[in-house]
């Protein structure tokens, strides 16, 4: 089976920087993602890690550590529209297993 | 292409009643996955199709559950007397066959279910 963690909750200020870490134990292991949700509408691809290393997408990073089975999602310069639910992920043979997903709330 | 598309997006039901979804995937994607997500929580997979076989089934889908790809193309989700707590979203997504995009799964916007 699977066991993903997240925070639950994270605030941060806008133009500031956040870190949302996500832990696994998972029986295989074919990669790690990151997906954005807002309310009320469908999780949206972000990023995708099968190496250890950090994969920077714009304002966007992943980080995979598989030997301590760690990742971060790194959010830079944040905007009002970054406001969301990130949904950590960990895809085995075929499917994904998401996390409970971190709510990011952006203050002025 | 305008991506993975579900309907109804909403659908309002009296306990004990049938429902039934529809997943009309991205053309080419031959991978087709059901999840269902609750308030709060990361969607939980129910069952996923290659093609038209229906390969593997969640312990979360009761027998009040059945779903079905008959051609390899659009997928129904039926749910048979219905309870309060099937209450939630049901989210379809689709996948390539192949390459990178074979693990990246495109979400649909999802059907709410509200059984009251």
């Known amino acids: 089976g699977q066991n993903i963690d997240q925070p639950t909750e994270m605030t941060a200020t806008e133009g500031a920087i956040v870190q949302i870490n996500c832990t696994y134990q998972?029986?295989?292991?074919?990669?790690l993602f990151w997906y954005q949700q807002h309310a009320g509408e469908a999780p949206t691809f972000l990023s995708y890690?099968?190496?250890?290393g950090l994969e920077e997408k714009g304002r966007f990073s992943s980080f995979l550590s598989r030997s301590k089975g760690y990742s971060y999602l790194l959010l830079k310069e944040l905007q009002m529209k970054d406001s969301a639910s990130y949904l950590c992920a960990v895809i085995g043979d075929y499917k994904l297993s998401f996390g409970a997903g971190t709510t990011v709330t952006v203050r002025a | 292409d305008t991506g993975v598309s579900q309907n109804p997006r909403h659908k309002i039901t009296k306990r004990g009643q049938n429902v039934t979804f529809r997943c009309d995937p991205i053309s080419e994607h031959n991978r087709l996955y059901w999840y269902r997500q609750t308030l709060g929580q990361g969607p939980e997979f129910l069952t996923y199709?290659?093609?038209?076989?229906?390969?593997?089934k969640s312990r979360l889908l009761s027998d009040r559950f059945s779903a079905e790809r008959p051609k390899g193309s659009f997928s129904t989700l039926e749910i048979q007397r219905t309870e309060q707590g099937d209450s939630a979203m049901y989210l379809c997504?689709?996948?390539?066959?192949?390459?990178?995009?074979?693990?990246?799964?495109?979400f649909g916007a999802g059907s709410r279910l509200t059984v009251l």
């Open positions: 199709f290659q093609n038209e076989a229906q390969l593997e």
């Open positions: 998972t029986s295989g292991f074919n990669g």
């Open positions: 997504a689709s996948s390539s066959p192949r390459g990178f995009g074979a693990n990246v799964l495109t």
């Open positions: 890690n099968v190496l250890d």
